[in-house]
């Protein structure tokens, strides 16, 4: 029965139905009918679920100091194991929890060496692990199922783990020399990066274009196995990288004089360069010749690597800082700071290439391609399942490294990745008013360059024109590649006032206007999230416009109030109702921006001779590159700007929003949600 997997069911009436879509519906067909088949398929409806999952946390933490002499040794030991369940909003399926483990060992050893020279040497080891999705159970024989139109899918991945483990160590000396308080050191840092999923990778998503495909097996696109291109077979999906970073610095605070300090300093940095451990395979996208940027990702060339990068990125950063106090008031306090950064690049980089062939690959496959998707179920609960795959026959690598005409999705980072850099400045006066009181006037900013941002580079607008998807070069399919490409712009002023009233109470409040900008919705310093798409790969500062963090005003004001202790002549009942504080936090802030995309994929009107004559209603994809994420045309109404709750709640946007696109380039045009009030 269909409500053996958790899904309920309705009687509508198709022909043909599939011995699959039975199996996994639980439908009973009369196979004596000529033309239409009674049946009970699924009928997907929409509701309201709120489950009081539990999110479990258990958290250890040891400490021991010993002291003897000029030596002081402490050392902690943490453990933080947290268990959430899933959300599971199908009967006849069993709960199951994810659970994520952390584990780390601190030691400290800081030494006296003299009355003016200090010693404080560090060592940490920190190993994050997850076991998620770890269940077995009937409804483990789905594969994911997902039909378009529909919100909701049904099936669940398979196991997922991994785990981190990093080792870090730090020395660091401060020398007081008259005036000068002088700080210099070094670290190296080496960290690891295991990934076991092939249970996660071995179970097929698979995608229908309505409910009556899926109930004739008429599967769209099929994704998700990992193969290993070499013999065509399935593979397990499992890597190891590891990485080794070192960085050194020294400081200098000088009192020049009662009332100025300077503060000065400067740190060098050796990134580290990503590689595998002996059992792992990487490969990574090399850019061939070309004036542009389609030259040369048709011409780019994928091959076998030993490092992620050409070079380990080397960075020095220097900080200058100044406290003024003039007067002999010492009422007025002038502040100020300009330090450059470089973001170190992570470990986790590496993760955009880690299905790339030769090593291993990861295939799409779509009805109208030379490899069929299949639709099954598995014939065991437990990896490796047993699914009917595609026949994914081994196909000789050409000379870019791909397989012509299976167009597997591959990821590639620019081999002279640099680190992304950020400028940061700062200035602040501060005046004392009456005895308790102060206030505040700052100017803060920073500016972000060179930072880490990709999208699919293997694509060209009007390819999907002819019915076909081409792609600039047929050996391969998605290209998403990183480069430095995207910068963020940050300035904020900000008024402040701290007061202390009476004996018990504090006050302070702050009012912030600031404006951020980057060149994608989303956008950091580091990318390696999906969220980071664009209609265009070629100008990306052509969608500059407002960062998602983007608050324009900000309103905030806190209070703490330190109540009596009653009775206190019993001092054996302090520690119990002694000491307590009352806390109150106001916030009040301008809403967010956001954006509004079309995610639809092209769908063009043909004729009989399979001649493209328009488009359907609800078409996307409005370049037709085959990358479904666009910014629909700015409809005749400008709905740019705030907007209140209830205009949300009846909905903002009509579909004419949606209309079909025009400009090469359309500009992010920002909306704001609902300003808030936080208490």
């Known amino acids: 029965m269909l409500s053996q997997y958790g899904i309920d069911s309705g009687k509508v009436a198709t022909t043909g139905v599939s011995r699959t879509a039975q199996n996994i519906f639980g439908n009973q067909c009369n196979t004596a009918a000529t033309n239409f088949i009674p049946c009970s398929l699924p009928m997907i409806d929409t509701g309201v679920y709120q489950p009081s999952n539990y999110r479990n946390g258990l958290q250890y933490n040891f400490r021991v100091d010993y002291y003897r002499g000029k030596d ?109 308080s002088i700080k210099f050191g070094f670290e190296s840092w080496h960290g690891a990066d295991n990934v076991d999923r092939a249970s996660l990778r071995s179970k097929p998503s698979v995608t229908f274009n309505n409910l009556y495909d899926l109930a004739t097996d008429n599967v769209y696109q099929m994704s998700n196995v990992i193969y290993d291109p070499l013999t065509g077979k399935p593979a397990p999906f499992r890597y190891d990288y590891l990485m080794t970073s070192y960085g050194a610095f020294i400081q200098d605070e000088w009192k020049l004089r009662s009332n100025l300090t300077l503060s000065m300093g400067i740190r060098w940095d050796s990134d580290g360069n990503p590689y595998p451990d002996s059992n792992t395979r990487m490969a990574n996208i090399f850019l061939g010749p070309g004036a542009t940027l389609d030259q040369q990702a048709a011409s780019a060339t994928n091959k076998s690597v030993t490092n992620l990068l050409s070079h380990s990125p080397k960075r020095m950063d220097p900080r200058v800082g100044i406290a003024w106090s003039p007067g002999r008031s010492h009422k007025w306090s002038i502040r100020g700071g300009l330090g450059i950064y470089h973001d170190a690049m992570p470990l986790g980089e590496e993760n955009r290439i880690t299905a790339n062939p030769p090593a291993l690959s990861a295939p799409t496959f779509i ?245 493209m004559i328009g488009v359907k209603a609800g078409s996307g994809d409005y370049n037709a590159d085959g990358y479904n994420y666009d910014y629909p045309n700015a409809p005749v109404v400008d709905y740019t700007g705030t907007h209140d709750k209830q205009q949300f709640l009846k909905g903002l946007f009509p579909s004419s929003v949606f209309c079909n696109g025009s400009h090469s380039f359309p500009p992010r045009f920002s909306n704001y949600f609902p300003s808030s009030f936080s208490v």
């Open 72 to 180: 002081r040794i402490y050392g902690n030991l943490i453990q933080k194991v947290l268990a959430s369940q899933a959300t599971i909003v199908r009967k006849n399926v069993q709960p199951y929890d994810n659970q994520a483990e952390v584990n780390t060992i601190q030691l400290n050893w800081t030494r006296t060496i003299s009355s003016n020279l200090v010693s404080e040497f560090g060592f940490s080891y920190l190993n994050m692990l997850a076991r998620n999705n770890e269940t077995v159970q009937e409804a483990s024989k789905l594969p994911v199922i997902s039909v378009s139109g529909q919100s909701t899918n049904f099936g669940f991945s398979g196991i997922d783990h991994y785990n981190q483990p990093n080792i870090n160590y730090r020395e660091v000396m401060t020398w007081i020399h008259g005036k000068q």
């Open 367 to 611: 009805n109208t391609g030379l490899v069929k998707p299949v639709f099954s179920l598995a014939t065991s609960a437990s990896y490796p399942f047993g699914f009917a795959l595609p026949t994914n026959t081994a196909v000789a690598i050409d000379s870019h490294g791909g397989f012509p005409g299976l167009q597997l999705a591959i990821g590639g980072v620019d081999p002279n990745l640099k680190p992304s850099k950020s400028m940061t400045y700062l200035f602040t006066v501060t005046r004392q008013i009456g005895r308790a009181s102060s206030a505040t006037l700052s100017y803060s900013g920073s500016y972000t360059w060179d930072t880490i941002n990709g999208t699919d580079i293997n694509r060209f607008a009007g390819d999907l024109l002819d019915n076909k998807f081409d792609r600039l070069t047929s050996s391969f399919g998605q290209m998403f590649y990183e480069f430095n490409r995207n910068e963020i712009h940050y300035n904020a002023g900000i008024a402040s006032y701290q007061a202390r009233m009476g004996s018990r109470t504090t006050f302070q409040g702050s009012y912030t206007f600031s404006k951020t900008t980057d060149y994608g919705q989303g956008g950091s310093r580091v990318n390696r999230d999906s969220a980071f798409l664009y209609p265009d790969q070629h100008e990306f500062a052509a969608y500059k416009g407002y960062a998602d963090w983007d608050v324009r005003h900000r309103v905030s004001a806190s209070s703490v109030v330190a109540l009596p202790t009653p009775f206190p002549s019993f001092r054996f009942l302090k520690p119990v109702w002694g000491n307590w504080r009352w806390s109150a936090i106001l916030i009040l802030q301008r809403g967010r921006p956001f954006i509004v995309v079309n995610k639809a994929a092209f769908q063009p009107l043909l004729d009989s001779k399979g001649n």
